[in-house]
């Protein structure tokens, strides 16, 4: 452990007058608690165990809020909000003191793992509030905040993009010429690279298009016919080479034809490729817009106002985390006790990677397009994940009940719900006979259901859905093989 005393130890080192208070309060809660664990059961002991982890449950956000207002003091504010290595402990696994010594290995392990470097940008709840600190404060975000070891820049990462599409390209044209070889005349073998070409210059502008950007929006009348000349140019390439692939196709024999469309199945993922980079370059020009609003929004706000504003940020958290164990009819303490294997950076990347393969859609919807993609957080806490709207982020309680793909599905089934503003989505999922009568509430309940079993197991081939909700799903969020 840190220096031989527990995350609360060093926390208390950090509070003063009533938050130590608090500090007290939670120890003598906790020890109440444990001494009560050893009881014959009775319905006083049961209720006054209830009681009790309420009591800590309350107790521990309060440490939280007054850990901030401590570390903001209103006379010499920091520039950059810390937390070291006992509070991150403490904030980001909810992890106390009174625990064993492999648990504690364990906590210190998920503390150390680096973010993927991918379209998503991740954190652990204790980065996600520097962020916010910095945003309030009007700081740049173009470099990783001091201290977040491992985090990325959106310029990492769309340059990551980069050269995995450039990548791709490559080796896209590469067995396209060992392809033509077989069965394609050198006139035919020409023009595909000439096709090539064309799409490989144009393809993230033909994205751009696609998914309406707000460069595109609010182009020029001449940038407009720029780009509707270079998309063109895409769209007309990748149609005629497509008409020289499927003649080709015909001539080949079977033992080359699986190995040819797994060749042309390329096309999907450079597109995909290219649409995660135009939304990572949307959204570092909204990152910009967001510090400039906040900055003449708090122009004339002093230090007190931008911490009363980050711990009502941090109480809307502790609202939607809550909601998310209450969901999962589990206790919403956020203290760290696995039962299932924990939630990592990660495990969460390859299932959201895997789930938009399933339904890549989703980042076509109007929320993605306005708002880029969400952020991803790891919170203290037990639960399916959650998006939530007010921030516009993905939060992952940190001890899922079943297992990380239920999760992340759950996750994005709420995405895809509340992503839905023009109600396609709604009003026929709420025409189904079997959704008939129920609730707003049971609707979206009934969807997260059966989104989740439609990105798991019927994406693994298996028949679980009805007939008529299958039949649904195929119409309104079909799979990328059906697309």
Request: include cysteine; charged fraction near 30%.
């Amino acid at each position: 452990m840190v220096n031989q005393l527990s995350p609360l130890d060093h926390l208390a080192e950090t509070l003063s007058g009533d938050a130590l208070q608090h500090v007290d309060a939670f120890r003598q809660a906790q020890t109440r608690l444990q001494e009560i664990e050893g009881m014959p059961r009775s319905r006083e002991v049961s209720r006054e165990r209830r009681e009790l982890r309420t009591q800590l449950r309350d107790l521990y956000w309060e440490l939280c809020r007054s850990y901030l207002v401590n570390a903001i003091p209103l006379d010499d504010p920091p520039k950059y909000l810390e937390f070291g290595e006992a509070e991150r402990l403490f904030f980001d696994i909810a992890v106390v003191g009174t625990e064993e010594k492999n648990l504690l290995d364990r906590a210190t392990e998920l503390l150390e793992e680096t973010p993927p470097l991918d379209q998503f940008r991740y954190y652990r709840f204790s980065g996600l509030l520097r962020e916010q600190y910095a945003l309030l404060s009007q700081l740049p975000l173009d470099e990783p905040l001091p201290g977040m070891a491992g985090s990325y820049t959106l310029q990492d990462r769309i340059r990551h993009l980069e050269e995995r599409l450039a990548a791709t390209q490559q080796r896209q044209l590469m067995l396209q010429e060992i392809m033509l070889r077989l069965a394609a005349s050198e006139e035919e073998k020409q023009r595909a690279l000439t096709f090539h070409r064309t799409m490989g210059n144009s393809v993230t502008v033909a994205m751009e298009r696609r998914l309406r950007t707000q460069r595109v929006r609010f182009a020029t009348a001449s940038e407009t016919a720029m780009i509707h000349e270079s998309a063109g140019d895409y769209e007309t390439a990748l149609k005629e080479r497509n008409a020289l692939l499927d003649a080709v196709q015909q001539r080949l024999s079977e033992d080359h034809l699986e190995q040819f469309l797994q060749f042309r199945q390329l096309d999907k993922t450079v597109e995909q490729l290219a649409e995660f980079i135009v939304i990572l370059q949307e959204e570092a020009r909204r990152t910009t817009g967001r510090r400039e609003r906040l900055a003449d929004r708090n122009r004339n706000r002093g230090i007190a106002d931008i911490r009363k504003e980050l711990t009502s940020f941090l109480q809307k958290n502790r609202q939607f985390l809550e909601r998310a164990a209450t969901r999962s009819h589990i206790d919403p303490a956020p203290f760290f006790f696995p039962a299932q294997p924990p939630a990592t950076f990660s495990s969460i990347s390859a299932e959201l990677q895997r789930i938009l393969q399933v339904d890549p859609e989703l980042v076509r919807t109007l929320r993605i397009r306005a708002h880029g993609l969400p952020r991803v957080v790891i919170c203290p806490g037990t639960g399916n994940g959650l998006y939530n709207w007010d921030d516009h982020t993905l939060l992952f309680p940190l001890v899922p009940p079943r297992d990380i793909r239920r999760s992340v599905a759950h996750a994005l089934a709420l995405l895809r719900w509340d992503a839905d503003e023009d109600r396609e989505l709604k009003d026929t999922f709420a025409q189904l006979q079997s959704n008939k009568g129920k609730s707003i509430a049971g609707l979206q309940e009934a969807f997260c259901r059966n989104y989740l079993e439609w990105v798991t197991r019927e994406a693994d081939g298996y028949r679980i859905l009805g007939r008529k909700i299958r039949q649904w799903f195929q119409w309104k969020i079909p799979k990328a093989k059906e697309q």
